[in-house]
């Protein structure tokens, strides 16, 4: 099985000076999805699923376009949810994560007062990519090491996309590999706007398990249009 995980274009998190939550992308980040379209021609995928937020629905049409296929929302995709800053002015939120990055590392699990905790949210990831896997028939097997059995319904050759967030992203290939989580996934694997991502099944003498076959790939975007 080969699991694909994109990450949205630029966003526009702030508008004439102030924070916007739930932001639509901006015009280089309509340019970057248009490139992921283009680099979708061609290519197939059994399942395409879409985090419900707004810049990762518009990143996502242009792939949808290209491949002929509707929009399909998978919720457990949500990106961590901050505080409600929006219409406030962007100083608010910048300085609450520069207080947050200035915590020491046990702290940055409880995450920005009024917003989902890290751990909270790492664990609503996990849960939402295990039930993900179980569906397609992958269940994690009772040992340490990350080793996952296969039902019947388990097809190997199956290929999926998933268009979501960095963080989202993150912990998603961290729990695949059986990496313990930390509370800044966002720095520990840097993922760039519209970027690629690939994890792949490995098979193993008692079960499977998974491989990172690429991190945050650019190819498809010119060097001027890479952000993060």
């Not at 274009?9 to 508008?15: F, G, M």
Request: charged share 20%; aromatic share 8%.
């Amino acid at each position: 099985m080969k699991i694909t995980l994109v990450r949205h274009a630029q966003p526009e998190w702030v508008k004439d000076g102030f924070s916007v939550d739930n932001p639509p992308l901006t015009t280089l980040g309509f340019e970057q999805a248009e490139l992921l379209g283009h680099w979708c021609d061609g290519q197939h995928f059994d399942e395409v699923l879409v985090s419900p937020l707004v810049r990762t629905q518009q990143t996502a049409a242009p792939m949808l376009s290209a491949l002929d296929r509707p929009l399909e929302i998978e919720p457990w995709l949500e990106e961590i949810r901050n505080p409600v800053w929006h219409g406030t002015p962007e100083e608010k939120a910048a300085e609450a994560w520069r207080a947050e990055k200035n915590k020491v590392s046990s702290d940055r699990w409880n995450g920005i007062d009024g917003g989902e905790s890290v751990i909270s949210f790492v664990d609503r990831i996990n849960v939402g990519a295990s039930l993900f896997l179980e569906e397609r028939g992958i269940l994690r097997a009772n040992t340490e090491l990350p080793v996952w059995q296969t039902s019947p319904c388990y097809n190997d050759e199956a290929s999926i996309l998933l268009v979501a967030h960095a963080g989202t992203n993150s912990v998603t290939i961290c729990h695949l590999l059986g990496m313990p989580p930390t509370p800044w996934e966002w720095e520990r694997l840097v993922i760039g706007h519209a970027s690629v991502s690939v994890v792949e099944t490995l098979q193993l003498g008692d079960g499977i398990t998974f491989g990172l076959t690429q991190l945050s790939g650019l190819e498809h975007l010119p060097v001027a249009s890479r952000t993060y």
